[in-house]
């Protein structure tokens, strides 16, 4: 279990009265987060979730990809480039969604 800064959301020891990494006094507060903070991260899993779903369904891939990134600034930037590229991936695949709905649009008429 850790403890996060109230201020800057930074993790924070046990027993600190003020935030090293923006210098805000605070005791900090518990966090049970979606993400279990207890375990040790090797991987992101929803940075890879983030790139298959990017490819195969865009908009939840962009979902996943931005839980993923968020995941990345919480445990050390693990997987940070693979949630930046299911980012990509996830926008361009729905630009080239949208374009072809357009398109398609235009040609029927
Ligand atoms: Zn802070």
Not at 2 to 25: H, L, N, Q, S
Not at 42 to 65: E, R, W
Not at 83 to 90: D, E, F, L, R, T
Request: proline share 3%; hydrophobic share 40%; net charge positive.
């Amino acid at each position: 279990m850790k403890k996060y800064c109230t201020r800057c959301g930074k993790p924070m020891d046990i027993d600190a009265t003020f935030c090293v990494e923006c210098g805000t006094a605070n005791k900090g507060e518990y966090k049970h987060s979606f993400f279990s903070d207890d375990e040790e991260v090797t991987y992101n899993k929803f940075a890879t979730l983030g790139i298959v779903f990017g490819i195969m369904i865009p908009n939840v891939g962009l979902a996943l990809s931005i839980i993923g990134y968020c995941y990345a600034k919480r445990h050390n930037d693990i997987g940070k480039k693979p949630a930046m590229v299911g980012i990509i991936i996830s926008a361009v695949g729905m630009t080239l969604w949208f374009l072809s709905y357009i398109i398609s649009a235009i040609l029927q008429k």
